[in-house]
Nanobody, 122 residues
């Protein structure tokens, strides 16, 4: 599967953005999907994941502010980001996994998108 992330941009603190991740392929609904982010000078970290069953999980740092969702009919995953903070600034990556094991870790994902930059100003 090929993944294409979009929707990044510049937003003020407290604002919102919605990221999208469009996927190719006919079996999109079978993949486990996730969002990761990498801030300048830091390692890539888990943000959120959604299983084919629609079960979701979140990093503690975004819980209550971010919402992950997927539309299998459109082969697209979303990340709604509200109440953004300056430390949410990062390149956001979408990823897909064949297995649902350990979705909080990069090593669990088989396919990656190219990333979209989110900048939150104070």
């Amino acid at each position: 599967v090929q993944l294409q992330a979009s929707g990044g941009g510049l937003v003020q603190a407290g604002g919102s953005l919605r990221l999208s991740c469009a996927a190719s392929g006919r079996t999109f609904n079978r993949y486990y999907l996730g969002w990761f982010r990498q801030a300048p000078g830091k390692e890539r970290e888990f943000v959120a994941a959604i299983e084919w069953s629609m079960y979701t999980s979140y990093a503690d740092t975004v819980k209550g502010r971010f919402t992950i969702s997927r539309d299998n009919a459109k082969n697209t995953m979303y990340l709604q980001m509200n109440s953004l903070k300056p430390n949410d600034t990062a390149v956001y990556y979408c990823a897909a996994a064949n297995s649902g094991y350990d979705l909080g870790y990069e090593r669990s994902y088989d396919y990656w998108g190219q990333g979209t930059l989110v900048t939150v100003s104070s």
